[in-house]
């Protein structure tokens, strides 16, 4: 299951990042996901679930912010979207354009931290 390992290389690297910045615990992560990298919104969701308890951000939020298909055309000189499941091609003057511009992201957006104070 490839969300699994994209779930765990997400905590990973947010574990990292909150024990950097002093953090106890993490409450909610924010993760940039684009339309062409291949993960399913829904699965990563429940295998980040899976792979964060016992760490850092078990009982987290994760936040999945869908990235749509951009494309550069190079006859209109312009960026468009394109639909998800479309071959590329110009929505305005119908052009194949292999230029993307956006859709593959997979990365780590934000992070909101918890410092608790330690008796
Ligand atoms: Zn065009």
């Not at 997400?10 to 291949?38: C, D, F, N, Y």
Request: glycine share 6%.
């Amino acid at each position: 299951m490839h969300e699994l390992s994209v779930a765990l290389s997400l905590i990973e690297l947010a574990e990292a990042e909150a024990k950097q910045a002093g953090a106890t615990h993490i409450e909610s992560v924010r993760v940039r996901v684009g339309a062409l990298s291949g993960v399913v919104p829904e699965a990563l969701q429940f295998a980040f679930e899976a792979a964060s308890e016992g760490t850092m951000l078990e009982g987290a939020k994760l936040e999945i912010e869908e990235l749509p298909i951009r494309i550069f055309c190079p006859h209109c000189h312009a960026e468009r979207e394109v639909p998800a499941g479309f071959i590329l091609r110009c929505p305005v003057c119908n052009e194949f354009c292999g230029d993307i511009r956006q859709g593959k992201e997979l990365e780590l957006a934000s992070l909101t931290l918890l410092t608790e104070e330690r008796p």
